[in-house]
């Protein structure tokens, strides 16, 4: 169904803790099983990267900003568009939200991400960009179908996340030949892995007729399931998923911040468009981050996030608004 232009006048709501730096933990905007590959722990070679909160200034804040920050948009900030047609000629910033396994209802998913029932996005909210994993890679977010639904029902713009993460427990011995990298060689079957990561989440999408131009590779700590503390042997996951989705017809973007970035995958550069985190702090600075400052790997910024009470809130960058279609479908 159409949207017609409105304003945002009534954000005054309740936000999730999604977003990367969640006090809950850094990915928790995010028939559910475990991959049956999956182990509840990491591989002894993977062990913990730095996850101490950055300060605003460095990547995701950790904590809310003064009250002033916190303010509601006014009502004629953000435009709705009606469908790609009318987004392509809009000019000015767009709101969208995202959403993942934090918004199922409670009590789904793996024993180390339950599930907790947060709100899905607000009315206002033109686009949505749906998770596709419960946490780390091989593991199902519980009701992607239902949150693809609720797109649907509104006729909403909506593209995919993926979590990507480094392999634990049997994955890299049972993916590390599979894909088409030399799998005897360290980098090689690690790039294979985050290529089967791509894979599992393309067979979701394909299953539930998901239909998106673009995945964004969400890059950024993953706790009980950490990466290593080689920014290579990471970087060649990220690498392995970015060509796996490539290979299957999608474009790829990055999400992340420059710190999570850099303490992850060092200087991997990709050249791809970004979807930026500001934390829990504010529209405002979500569009700051918009700057050529706030760069995670080189590529052009599409839209910018921000946690605010129980939701996570989008918006689009300076000029991308009439880019949408190309990283969003019509439902």
């Not at 706790?223 to 392995?240: H, K, L, Q, R």
Request: net charge negative; hydrophobic share 35%.
């Amino acid at each position: 169904m159409g949207r017609g232009r409105t304003t945002v006048a009534a954000l005054a709501v309740g936000v999730a803790l999604a977003g990367c730096q969640a006090p809950l933990e850094p990915e928790s905007r995010r028939s559910a099983e475990v991959s049956p590959t999956a182990s509840p722990s990491p591989t002894a070679s993977a062990s913990p990267t730095r996850t101490d909160a950055p300060s605003p200034s460095a990547g995701a804040s950790g904590s809310a900003e003064p009250e002033e920050r916190q303010r509601v948009p006014d009502p004629d900030e953000i435009t709705i568009p009606e469908g790609l047609e009318s987004a392509a000629a809009r000019r000015g910033p767009v709101l969208g939200g995202d959403v993942s396994w934090p918004q199922c209802p409670k009590g789904m998913g793996i024993p180390q991400k339950r599930t907790l029932g947060l709100p899905m996005p607000v009315p206002e909210a033109a686009y949505v960009v749906i998770g596709l994993t419960n946490g780390p890679g091989f593991t199902p977010n519980p009701c992607v179908e239902s949150q693809l639904a609720w797109v649907r029902e509104r006729g909403l713009l909506v593209s995919a996340y993926s979590v990507l993460s480094y392999p634990y427990g049997d994955q890299l011995a049972r993916y590390g030949d599979e894909g088409p990298y030399d799998g005897s060689t360290r980098l090689g079957a690690l790039r294979n892995v985050g290529y089967q990561q791509a894979g599992y989440n393309v067979a979701t999408m394909q299953r539930i007729g998901f239909r998106t131009p673009l995945v964004w590779l969400d890059v950024e700590p993953v706790p009980s399931f950490s990466w290593s503390d080689d920014p290579v042997a990471n970087a060649a996951v990220v690498e392995g998923a970015a060509r796996g989705y490539t290979d299957a017809g999608y474009r790829v973007g990055v999400y992340s911040t420059q710190y999570m970035w850099r303490e992850i995958v060092a200087d991997l550069t990709l050249g791809v468009p970004e979807w930026r985190a500001a934390g829990q702090t504010s529209r405002e600075e979500a569009l700051r981050r918009c700057g050529p400052e706030a760069s995670i790997q080189g590529g052009s910024p599409v839209m910018s996030q921000w946690v605010m009470d129980s939701r996570d809130f989008n918006v689009t960058c300076p000029g991308a608004s009439a880019r949408l279609p190309e990283w969003f479908a019509q439902t």
